[in-house]
């Protein structure tokens, strides 16, 4: 179950979440002091019914402090525990190894003196046969943190007192410490999902099960923050009264202005329309959600906005825009794609100049420690081990963006190549056409399934480069090689590929995707196709089956299973839906070629076990591995693209000339399925005579 007697576990990464979570613990834990005495002080001449909302609203604040704490500390231990659980199944498999040798040797020496006794009497071989390390793989370590904090009251709600004081100088006292703690509150929350998510890159061996501590300290924070805003707009509201004592009915009337938006979405658009560089800039460093305001409008809003700069102001604003905001408009649908991708570039551009900056000096940083370090034979390890870790941090970083700089560079004679998302998500994510998105009469999505991430970039450009040339053979066309959601790694570095949570994310960043290219390209209405394989299969079905996504053609290649509640093509959104799929066989047994994989996604599944080739789900299937002559070469594995192996995307297969068959709009010339009936193996397994159900 692991490949070469590796598991995916990095110690450190799981030692920098213990220290990560450790650190949030002890801060938010220390605050408690300080913040209950900033209640008592505000408390000081504060009466009526608005004193009490507060004082209540204190008290679930020390509860959920001590929850989220509790649950820090309490994460901490079982990421210790499953540290501790990875090196007792490193040590097995080590130990397996080294068996697995030896037996190896004695059977070399058993081919020429076959006694049965040797290995229980020969000291060579240390009791061979009776101290064979155990088969059974340590138990995969779980984590979970199921908590949710309390609801603040913040109305007097017809409360039977008439009118509520206070006093505003002791008011805005509190509201400076709240702030200082929010603040430390959001720093740890920051430090700890940059930990959370490099260990569920690099440790994927442990599951996780319901995990809400996150969520319930980014709420606990939103709390922090609107009981400052509270508090300090009642502060204000007594000043200007003079006399500290107001009705609960003026007091009962900010409640809505604490949830407003600072601006409405037209405020925003026109803002932004108007300001200059300094301005622009300073407007999003004040006030952040403003990008989320952004990047939640309907895409035709912003197209219809940003074609209108044009006209009432100048050009010259749109490139003040994306030149100042270039990561906010990069990745903000509904911007045409030739914008985007300058956007985008320059984002990675700086990048990768930063990181290659802090490379530098973290080099200069180690020779000058080596340096100091004189003669003491300890000095230097204590010295350049945090060193060496954060290189390796930086320099998986940079070659990610490397990655994607080198996959944006079109070969000789290709298509140009635009950058249309790229967000700062670890590792980030990123989709990039290949062809003109902005002009093309025929567009294809292509999504990433199991492994992707853009740690492969090249390849799954490649592979969409490979499909791209299939289409452009047939006008003029775009290709995108998406890969905009966090995909689930193969069993058993992870389990996520048998559930939908990735999936039913992937799907709505999809739908996004596709609401942009229809808000830019709309009226000339272009061919849309959306083209799956893998898990991508799963996540695309959620897209397309929301109800104001609709495309031309949805392809699914080698599904690992759609979601459970689509039992039908009929029920996506695409005027025609295929699919094609290559003998199911098992995984490093089977010795003839097939999809070892897609079938397990589906058999295992908690919620995507509908497979798409079946006869009433009623998809049109095409052939992959009919081996019929002229019709290309048989899928042999469940990869897009393999060395060894003929995938789904390898030109000359039968499954990618049939692909383009359907996208340059010719259906009729695909090849037929054909059911290859079980393997050599798979018979031995059924028996003499045994049906054989596929």
């Known amino acids: 179950m692991h490949a070469g007697g590796i598991i995916a576990f990095d110690h450190s990464t799981a030692k920098a979440l213990i220290t990560?979570?450790?650190?949030?613990?002890?801060?938010?834990?220390?605050?408690?002091?300080?913040?209950?005495?900033?209640?008592?002080?505000?408390?000081?001449?504060?009466?009526?019914?608005?004193?009490?909302?507060?004082?209540?609203?204190?008290?679930?604040?020390?509860?959920?402090?001590?929850?989220?704490?509790?649950?820090?500390?309490?994460?901490?231990?079982?990421?210790?525990?499953?540290?501790?659980?990875?090196?007792?199944?490193?040590?097995?498999?080590?130990?397996?190894?080294?068996?697995?040798?030896?037996?190896a040797a004695w059977q070399g020496d058993a081919d020429s003196d076959p006694s049965w006794w040797t290995p229980f009497t020969d000291p060579q071989y240390g009791g061979l046969m009776i101290s064979r390390p155990s088969q059974t793989p340590t138990k995969l370590p779980t984590i979970q943190a199921d908590v949710a904090v309390r609801d603040r009251d913040r109305i007097s709600s017809g409360s039977g007192d008439a009118v509520s004081s206070g006093s505003p100088l002791n008011l805005r006292s509190f509201v400076a410490i709240a702030e200082r703690c929010n603040g430390i509150v959001e720093e740890e929350l920051e430090a700890l999902r940059t930990a959370w998510s490099s260990f569920r890159n690099d440790?994927?061996?442990?599951?996780?099960?319901?995990?809400?501590?996150?969520?319930?300290?980014?709420?606990?924070?939103?709390?922090?923050?609107?009981?400052?805003?509270?508090?300090?707009?009642?502060?204000?509201?007594?000043?200007?009264?003079?006399?500290?004592?107001?009705?609960?009915?003026?007091?009962?009337?900010?409640?809505?202005?604490?949830?407003?938006?600072?601006?409405?979405?037209?405020?925003?658009?026109?803002?932004?329309?108007?300001?200059?560089?300094?301005?622009?800039?300073?407007?999003?460093?004040?006030?952040?959600?403003?990008?989320?305001?952004?990047?939640?409008?309907?895409?035709?809003?912003?197209?219809?906005?940003?074609?209108?700069?044009?006209?009432?102001?100048?050009?010259?604003?749109?490139?003040?825009?994306?030149?100042?905001?270039?990561?906010?408009?990069?990745?903000?649908?509904?911007?045409?794609?030739?914008?985007?991708?300058?956007?985008?570039?320059?984002?990675?551009?700086?990048?990768?100049?930063?990181?290659?900056?802090?490379l530098s000096s973290l080099a200069s940083e180690r020779r000058e420690a080596l340096q100091n370090a004189g003669h003491s034979p300890t000095r230097p390890q204590s010295v350049l081990l945090p060193i060496f870790a954060e290189e390796r941090e930086l320099n998986a970083q940079l070659e990610i963006f490397e990655q994607i700089n080198r996959s944006i560079q079109a070969e000789d004679g290709q298509a140009p190549r635009q950058l249309i998302s790229l967000t700062n998500d670890q590792p980030p994510l990123a989709a990039i056409s290949i062809g003109d998105l902005d002009t093309a009469t025929n567009v294809t999505y292509s999504v990433a399934g199991m492994n992707s991430s853009t740690k492969t970039m090249e390849?799954?450009?490649?592979?969409?480069?490979?499909?791209?040339?299939?289409?452009?053979?047939?006008?003029?066309?775009?290709?995108?090689?998406?890969?905009?959601?966090?995909?689930?790694?193969?069993?058993?570095?992870?389990?996520?590929?048998?559930?939908?949570?990735?999936?039913?994310?992937?799907?709505?960043?999809?739908?996004?995707?596709?609401?942009?290219?229809?808000?830019?390209?709309?009226?000339?209405?272009p061919q849309v196709n959306v083209m799956a394989h893998s898990y991508g299969t799963t996540t695309a079905a959620f897209a397309i089956s929301q109800p104001d996504i609709a495309v031309d053609n949805l392809i699914l290649v080698g599904s690992a299973g759609l979601p459970d509640h689509i039992r039908n093509a009929e029920e996506l959104n695409a005027d025609t839906v295929y699919a094609g799929h290559a003998r199911d066989v098992y995984p490093y047994i089977d010795s003839d070629g097939g999809d070892q994989w897609a079938w397990m996604g589906r058999d295992f599944s908690s919620g995507h076990g509908v497979n798409p080739m079946d006869d009433d789900f009623e998809a049109m299937t095409f052939g992959t591995d009919s081996e019929a002559e002229g019709v290309g070469d048989p899928v042999a594995t469940h990869s897009a693209r393999d060395d060894d192996a003929t995938g789904y995307y390898e030109r000359h297969s039968e499954s990618l000339r049939n692909i383009g068959y359907i996208l340059r709009g010719e259906p009729e010339e695909m090849s037929d399925h054909v059911e290859k009936g079980p393997t050599m193996f798979q018979r031995s397994l059924l028996g003499p005579g045994a049906p054989y159900a596929p």
């Open 20 to 103: 990560a979570l450790e650190t949030a613990d002890e801060r938010v834990h220390r605050q408690s002091m300080e913040w209950s005495d900033a209640v008592n002080t505000a408390m000081d001449e504060f009466q009526g019914a608005y004193s009490r909302l507060f004082s209540n609203n204190a008290a679930n604040e020390q509860r959920d402090r001590s929850d989220v704490c509790f649950h820090l500390s309490n994460v901490a231990r079982q990421v210790e525990y499953a540290q501790e659980d990875a090196r007792a199944e490193e040590e097995r498999l080590a130990a397996v190894a080294d068996w697995e040798q030896r037996y």
């Open 459 to 525: 390849s799954w450009t490649d592979s969409t480069q490979n499909i791209h040339d299939e289409v452009h053979a047939g006008g003029d066309a775009a290709t995108v090689a998406w890969i905009g959601y966090g995909a689930p790694v193969s069993p058993p570095g992870s389990l996520g590929v048998l559930h939908n949570d990735m999936a039913e994310a992937g799907g709505d960043n999809l739908a996004k995707a596709l609401r942009g290219l229809d808000a830019v390209r709309g009226p000339e209405n």
């Open 203 to 358: 440790c994927s061996w442990v599951i996780i099960e319901t995990f809400t501590l996150f969520d319930a300290l980014a709420q606990y924070l939103e709390h922090g923050r609107l009981e400052a805003h509270w508090i300090s707009k009642i502060a204000d509201a007594f000043e200007v009264a003079g006399t500290g004592v107001l009705t609960n009915e003026v007091l009962d009337a900010l409640a809505p202005a604490l949830h407003a938006t600072a601006m409405s979405n037209t405020q925003l658009l026109r803002t932004l329309a108007t300001s200059d560089r300094e301005q622009l800039a300073k407007l999003m460093n004040s006030s952040p959600a403003l990008s989320n305001q952004l990047h939640l409008m309907d895409p035709g809003t912003i197209n219809s906005w940003w074609n209108r700069l044009a006209d009432t102001h100048s050009s010259d604003q749109q490139t003040t825009l994306w030149e100042t905001l270039p990561e906010i408009f990069g990745n903000l649908e509904g911007i045409p794609y030739t914008i985007r991708d300058q956007a985008n570039r320059q984002v990675l551009k700086r990048n990768i100049r930063e990181l290659n900056s802090h």
